[in-house]
């Protein structure tokens, strides 16, 4: 701040021309000023205060005096003697509202700071004051920037140093990436506004996972890559078809200042909908960038979806927590298998959360959860025992009327298919739908049914439509398809089919209008007044086929 106080007399040079000499303490003040010695200058202009008798003399006075205070650090005493100038019409009026604003800056009252600036003409020296206030307030809260930002946004150092400070921030409020996107000129218009009848998807992944890593460098065994396989393949069959779409791929190489830059591109600016990120720290940042710029924003993969729930642009692709919750209840209390219940989860912050919400909607339902326990691959068979799953046992033995794992995990999944190899009860297992692509688990060989399996955008496996993007995928890659690039392959086939030239590109409304939709290569969604896919069946497995429970 100081190196915009100190004049010097090299910019302020000032000539005054009276019938009389300047009197010679003044001139002292001003050799003391322009040596430094503020204390002894001070005094000096203080001398020459008086308008009455020293008129235009002791305008300069007051701004040196000012200038002084701000040089020994004494706002206070600049603040008094500028005060006396900057409102007045004079040579230096602009000059004399720029020390103001600066001493007002040094003693902590940056509004009026603000509001002093704002009152100055002078092009160059508005400009000195935009540096000052940039300089001052750089790392002033995000609280005080933005509620100010109204009053002061043509102040064009306020506003860097706003963007200074929101770009320092992990987390945004919703005020805040307001903020933030209206300083970039990206508040968004209204909602879907339509630019042309192409569909422009965005894809920002974190391909190589290292800000220091090469495009050369994609690991093409990751789930990120198989996610995008997918989303290409499909992009490239729309193309076939005649539509107009295009596809532009960012990597975010898991880096959050990677992932700001990013979001200045005016390709993602003019983008109907952005596919990703995958990592919280990063969805958190385009997730606000999406719901200031009304860019659909679509999460692929997680299931945690808490953070979307008050927002209107952000979306899980996959049902969330919660929607998992309610489509094994809804399924369990359509059986008739008993009220007994066991539910055995893995660490994982899904899982968990999953867990966590059976218990108590299971309990509203009627139903008794005998054991809610965390497993892993070493005590899960422990954990399966206690509810008499066990050799030598036989079904009406069994402490729990159905079982509940949630899990992806194969070392989980591998003991427990084999338990249920070696004994004869029929208690019913629900596991998730990941389940179903362990290739230990051979679910024709069992004694009983037992398994079945939590939807979670799962695949159908039987219908026409997969077994042509198998085959066709197969054509073009030499290999079949991942659960992952299904997800990619699915996901862009359900935006297209809500969002377009025929149907418009008000995705929230289309989405509303559509409520349950027949998937291509998955059973199908329902994303009506949700952020996420509702529709969560339980399968059963019957002649090699997966069929919906009744």
Known sequence: MRKYSLFLFAFFLITFTFAQNIPADYQKAQTFLDSKNYWEAMPLFREFLDSDKYGNLSNYAAFHLGEAALGANQPDQAIAALKQVSGKVWTKSDESKYMLALAYFQNQQNVEALRTIKGIKKEDVKVLAENATFENLKK???????????????????????????????????TERAAFYELQGNAGGEVN??????????VILPFTNN?????????QSSFVFELYQGIDFAVKRLKEEGKQVTLHSFDSKHDLDRVRELLNDPVIAKADVIIGPIYQDEVDIVSAFSETAKIPLIHP????????????????????VASLSNGV???????????KVAIGYSGSSRDERLAMLLNDQLASAGFSVVESKQVNSRNVIDFLQRQGVRSGMDSTELGVDQIILLTDDPSIAQPTFGLMESVTASVPFLVMDSWLGFNFANYEMLA???FHFISNNTPNFQADEMQQFKDNFFTKNLAYPSLNATVGRELIYWISNNMGPSKGF???KNLNQAAFQKGKV?????????NNNQYVPVFKMEAGELKPLQ
């Open 193 to 202: 506004q339509v630019k042309d009848l192409i569909l422009d998807v965005v």
């Open 522 to 530: 998955t059973w199908g969604f329902n994303f009506q007044n949700s």
């Open 448 to 450: 009983f049914p037992n």
């Open 211 to 219: 800000p220091n890593a090469s495009i050369n460098s994609i690991d």
């Open 506 to 508: 008000d995705f929230r």
């Open 140 to 174: 002033t809260s995000a609280s005080f920037m933005v509620a100010n930002l109204q009053e002061f946004k043509e102040n064009k150092g306020f506003s860097a140093a706003l963007k200074a400070v929101l770009e320092s921030q992990t987390i945004l409020s919703a």
């Open 329 to 339: 209840v809804k399924s369990l209390q359509k059986q008739n298998w008993g009220r």
């Open 301 to 320: 993969l997680s299931n945690l979806g808490e953070r979307f729930e008050n927002t209107g642009f952000s979306y899980l692709f996959r049902p969330s």
